[in-house]
């Protein structure tokens, strides 16, 4: 059996890496399928081996070839992970896909760990329905997708499932991992990023969202034993997270935090995640990451993905902020008292780990 597994794979965002570490890993456990391709450039660094279709050559339409290389000769191609169905350019690699897979048997399409929408216009919604409509199976990492597909009267059954990135503990095997020891530094890891200047929105949504960040950043360094870990969790040098970054720090003293820059490792991101005492986000996956790594965390929603992560998975009233809309000294404050007492965890963390394990057991079996 040969694999080819899409998504938007190879920009250098360490969220998008985890779904090539965990799909890697989850073929391999739960299907026993080790040629699994993958579709990108510049592609993570695993702890399961896969085959990387990585053109070295820039000419124009040579990614598209080494596609179509490893296309005509699998036996299923698989989106997998993120928020991949908002649209489906004709151009795209799963447009081609599901015209050859409507001429042949030889092709089965699927996707797991997929969220559905928002859609720019009705257009894209037809685009994206027609293409689940050619799907064998489909699994979705959160209820609002989920309920979505269900409306759909679809030729099969959506899979009620969860982001791969839950699954990591078990990838990393972090339950063999020491327990942090008290100490009295507390270190606090933050990942911040823009979003409104690279889709045209609106601006001043995200002025206000990272205002209030640095406030309770501010908040949070009046206390001298405090430190902060600085994560580029997407590290493209397009639309990665080094502005926003960067303006976040004007002012701050360099000796008040270190920067952990953006690697292909996903398991080195997750190493330096897990050291921290707590994670302050923009970022999703940087919250999702410390979710999962028993962190504690606060993530503002600046997407509706953000929103739907921290209901699926339980997270408490009062670490929750919305679209940073409480006051900044309040949550700096509650972030301090996690630190220093009690950590209550989400209610829906093991539920979510089987979950997420659904995109395995419960997808490809459903083509046998």
């Excluded at 293409?131 to 199976?137: E, G």
């Excluded at 509706?304 to 209901?311: G, Q």
Aim: with cysteine; aromatic share 12%; hydrophobic share 40%.
């Amino acid at each position: 059996m040969k694999i080819i597994f899409e998504g938007f794979y190879g920009f250098k965002n360490a969220g998008d890496d985890a779904f090539v570490e965990v799909a890697s890993w989850g073929a391999k456990t739960y299907w026993n399928c080790t040629k699994n391709v993958f579709i990108g450039t510049k592609l993570p660094e695993t702890k399961y081996p896969i085959i990387a279709n990585e053109p070295t050559d820039a000419l124009k339409g040579i990614d598209r070839l080494h596609f179509m290389r490893h296309f005509f000769n699998s036996n299923y191609l698989i989106s997998a992970g993120g928020s991949t169905f908002s649209d489906i350019p004709f151009h795209s690699n799963r447009a081609l896909a599901k015209k050859y897979a409507s001429l042949t048997q030889s092709l089965t399409l699927g996707a797991i760990g997929v969220s559905i929408g928002p859609f720019q216009n009705v257009e894209a919604e037809k685009n994206v329905v027609k293409y689940l409509q050619s799907l064998s199976f489909l699994s979705l990492r959160d209820r609002r997708s989920f309920e979505y597909a269900m409306s759909l009267q679809l030729p099969y059954t959506p899979v009620d499932a969860f982001d791969l990135a839950a699954l990591l503990p078990s990838v990393y095997q972090a339950e063999s991992l020491p327990k942090q020891t008290m100490r009295t530094q507390k270190t606090i890891g933050i990942s911040i990023c823009n979003y409104e200047r690279y889709k045209g929105g609106d601006l001043s949504k995200e002025k206000h969202r990272n205002h209030f960040f640095k406030l309770v950043v501010h908040e949070l360094l009046q206390q001298e034993n405090v430190l902060l870990k600085v994560f580029i969790i997407n590290g493209n040098e397009a639309i990665g997270d080094m502005e926003a970054t960067q303006e976040l720090l004007q002012g701050i003293d360099a000796n008040r935090y270190t920067i952990v820059p953006y690697s292909r490792n996903v398991e080195t991101t997750w190493r330096n995640i897990e050291t921290c005492d707590f994670m302050l986000s923009t970022r999703l996956h940087a919250s999702i990451f410390a979710c999962y790594a028993k962190v504690p965390f606060v993530l503002i929603e600046y997407h509706r993905k953000c929103s739907d992560f921290l209901t699926d998975v339980g997270q408490a009233d009062d670490l929750r902020v919305y679209d940073a809309e409480k006051d900044p000294k309040q949550i700096a404050h509650t972030i301090l008292e996690t630190i220093q007492t009690h950590y209550t965890a989400p209610k829906n963390i093991s539920k979510t780990i089987e979950k997420s394990k659904r995109n395995f057991t419960k997808t490809l079996m459903l083509t046998k």
